[in-house]
């Protein structure tokens, strides 16, 4: 998957230095990711439900199988007026460095004032890369995650990719993005913790 340096327009000094875990195209016909009420109360303020079609659904699924990733997640819920946008998958060379196999989601807004890519993988996503900064966190769901920079040296920190990064089950995933508000730790574990497994 050739995606290039993803575009991080927040300021990685402030977030390392303050993580709070608070907290396609296809058819018209098209269902939520999950439909239990308990799971629906739980949406955070200024989040809506995900939705798909069973079009990017497949796709999802299709691609994953194909680059071997055997369990892939996608969020229950996204920021309001958010939508899947982009569906890729294959090698990704963003640092021409141990190329790895990985499924790549992109969620956005209607505006295009936001959006957020959400990378899968069966292997190690930043085993080619150098982490230049970081600071663990916990997500509300119990797994351990961290904020990262890294780049591919480190006298390259211009072009250095930010976000949050965990393994689920055997799956490892690297949540990034931008946005013109701002507020990231909170929107991208709200985002991490509320994975689920998609099933056929």
Not at 22 to 45: D, K, R, W, Y
Not at 73 to 82: A, E, M, Q, R, T
Not at 145 to 169: C, E, T, V
């Amino acid at each position: 998957m050739k995606k290039g340096v993803l575009t991080i327009v927040f300021c990685m000094a402030t977030l390392l230095a303050g993580c709070t875990p608070n907290s396609q195209e296809g058819s018209t016909s098209s269902q939520g990711i999950s439909t239990s009420n308990q799971v629906e109360a739980t949406i955070p303020e200024g989040f809506e439900k995900l939705t798909l079609t069973d079009e990017q659904k497949e796709k999802i699924l299709t691609d994953a199988k194909k680059n071997g990733v055997d369990q892939v997640f996608v969020p229950l819920y996204v920021k309001k007026g958010s939508s899947l946008v982009a569906i890729e998958s294959g090698v990704d060379d963003t640092f021409d460095v141990n190329h790895i196999q990985s499924l790549w989601l992109k969620f956005q807004d209607e505006k295009g004032d936001h959006f957020i890519d959400i990378t899968e993988s069966p292997e190690l996503i930043l085993a080619g890369g150098v982490v230049i900064q970081e600071k663990e966190t916990k997500l509300q769901n119990g797994i351990q995650a961290k904020w990262i920079s890294y780049s591919n040296s480190r006298d390259n920190i211009k072009g250095a990719s930010a976000g949050l990064y965990f393994q689920m089950d055997k799956t490892f995933i690297f949540i990034s993005g931008g946005s013109n508000e701002g507020i990231f730790d909170k929107y991208y574990e709200e985002i991490a913790a509320s994975l689920q497994p998609l099933k056929n």
